[in-house]
């Protein structure tokens, strides 16, 4: 009896550790870069100067486009398109902060870049 206690408390142990694991696999990391949509993706030069990224963001969001994040030239989906804070950040350049899977960010908070010194 004693031998089956341990075994069970040993069983539940392990599966803790493992769950344990498992979040600490997922942790947040942080990008600098632009929050776009995916009509436009790295660049809203289609649009000639019209309107800003922050308008064309948000129009192209509007027209059924997704947000995405832009970072040293690449494009990361975005899983959590409600995050209130893609809309009021569209077209700016910010920090990002999230966890990634394959090539798609959920964010978990987005924050101004700090201007560069001039």
């Known amino acids: ?14 599966v803790l550790l493992l769950c344990v694991a498992s979040l ?15 009509m436009c993706g ?12 922050h308008d064309c963001t948000v129009e192209c969001v509007k027209m059924g486009a997704k947000y995405v ?5 690449k494009v990361y989906q975005i899983a959590n398109q409600k995050d209130a804070d893609l ?16 090539d798609t960010i959920t964010v978990t908070k987005v924050a101004v870049a700090a201007a560069k010194p001039s």
Request: hydrophobic share 35%; net charge positive.
């Open 1 to 14: 009896m004693k031998n089956l206690y341990r075994f069970y408390v040993g069983l539940c142990c392990a």
């Open 24 to 38: 600490t696999s997922a942790a947040d990391m942080t990008w600098t870069g632009k929050i776009s949509d995916s």
């Open 42 to 53: 790295a660049s809203h030069a289609g649009m000639g100067g019209k309107m800003s990224d």
């Open 69 to 73: 994040f832009v970072s040293k030239g």
């Open 87 to 102: 809309s009021v950040h569209a077209g700016e350049t910010v920090v990002l902060t999230g966890s990634m899977t394959g």
